[in-house]
């Protein structure tokens, strides 16, 4: 062991040392440290305030240096996954992963997985491209400190192609929304409904797709499993309520359907209020600000929808919603009109937090009503039953106990379809 006899020396050595910090430990640094200014001061360490200030203060200087080293080195996360095609589902072998902003790539096995180690902790756009298929991007992957991110791609194949259009209306008033946008999800694409409430969307690749449709101050609504074909035009219309966050309605419900039967009708029976049931369809729309507190939005009768009820006070009880075929009951010939089961009709209930529960009419059973659900309107809850049948639902009531029922025939131009 040698003597350090001056203040430059030291100084010498320890610049000597800390040229060496990123192979050594910060302990090793201070022990060695520790050593030679315990030799300077004669070997010992104990009382002495000058050596223990030098002591700290280059522990600390290490840890600062060997810290930065360390962020450096271990700053690196890892990214796997797999590359599909989108209609079929078969794995892709070969196709080329990059990552966005960093030189770093990587192919897919035979199987259609991959794996790229060491990536920079952050953010970035991951793109898949093979031969054959359209290229695909997954922007905003989050690549973590020692964490595997996992993500899948689905590529379409080049030339298949279908269309999507339809139109965008208000729950609450069934007119035209435009400026509403429509989102086919997974993809890049949209369109704005123009001033006649249209959209429409070109060169989706062929596959199933979720679709969103939203707008401003409106609650989004959205639809799964939409099937793209290949040169072909899917048509699917939109409804769009109004936000209850903030307003006076507590639930509303909103009926669609396809182009036949013409008319469906929305009931519901509520529980007893003011002494007395409550019947709210066409014929008796209710009332917003006084008993029954539920109100006819909307009455369509010539296809589509939207048909539309909504509450405004909880009365304790159960309300009932159906569903009434209105073009059978009133056709010559009811054998001749499309039944529930083909109507294609849907249901969406909407709350507060927005959409709440969607109801789809069965496409088995036979009647003239479609039972939809029980609703508590203080409890918020949904009752679900949802089947076909012949008889009313909910309470029978009596001319004497409720609103008008008397029904009268309703404009249209036929109601035999």
């Known amino acids: 062991m040698f003597i350090i006899n001056n203040s430059n020396q030291r100084a010498v050595l320890f610049h000597k040392m800390l040229k060496q910090a990123p192979f050594l430990s910060g302990w090793q640094y201070i022990s060695k440290y520790i050593n030679r200014i315990a030799v300077d001061h004669g070997g010992s360490t104990a009382g002495n305030t000058v050596l223990w200030k030098s002591i700290i203060a280059f522990a600390l200087i290490i840890f600062s240096f060997a810290g930065c080293d360390s962020t450096e080195t271990e700053n690196l996360g890892r990214l796997s996954g797999s590359v599909q095609a989108s209609y079929s589902g078969e794995f892709i072998s070969g196709a080329e992963i990059v990552v966005s902003d960093v030189e770093l790539e990587t192919t897919a096995d035979v199987a ?58 208000s729950a609450t008033t069934g007119l035209i929304i435009a400026g509403a946008k429509v989102t086919v999800m997974g993809e890049s694409l949209f369109s704005t409904s123009d001033d006649s409430g249209n959209y429409s969307i070109s060169n989706i690749p062929e596959g199933p797709y ?44 909103v009926l669609s359907w396809g182009e036949r039967p013409a008319d469906l009708d929305s009931h ?86 927005g959409a709440r529960e969607r109801f789809e009419v069965p496409t088995v059973g036979s009647g003239l009503f479609w039972n ?46």
């Open 112 to 169: 259609g997985r991959f794996t790229l180690l060491e990536i920079p902790v952050g953010e970035f756009t991951i793109s898949a491209i093979a031969e054959n298929y359209l290229m695909r991007r997954i922007p905003e992957v989050e690549i973590w400190r020692n964490e595997t991110t996992r993500i899948s791609f689905r590529l379409p194949r080049r030339g298949a192609v279908g269309s999507l259009e339809g139109k965008i209306s």
């Open 210 to 253: 979720s679709l969103r449709a939203s707008g401003e101050g409106l609650d989004n609504n959205n639809i799964d499993e939409i099937e793209i074909v290949k040169d072909s035009t899917t048509t699917i219309n939109f409804v769009l309520s109004p936000s209850l966050l903030g307003g006076s309605g507590l639930m509303r419900i």
């Open 268 to 353: 519901i029976k509520t529980p007893v209020i003011d002494n007395q049931f409550h019947h709210v369809f066409w014929s008796s729309r209710g009332d917003s600000s006084s008993a029954p507190n539920t109100w006819l939005d909307v009455d369509d009768v010539t296809s589509y929808g939207p048909e539309t009820i909504t509450f405004y006070l909880a009365h304790p009880g159960y309300y009932y919603y159906y569903i009434k075929n209105y073009t059978a009951s009133v056709a010559e010939f009811p054998e001749q009109v499309m039944p529930l089961s083909g109507s294609e009709a849907q249901v969406e209930i909407y709350d507060r937090d």
């Open 372 to 417: 939809v659900c029980m609703i508590d309107l203080r409890s918020m809850s949904i009752i679900p039953v949802n089947q076909l049948q012949d008889e009313e639902p909910g309470p029978q009531i009596s001319e004497n106990s409720a609103m008008p029922v008397t029904r009268t025939l309703k404009p249209s131009s036929s109601y035999n379809q």
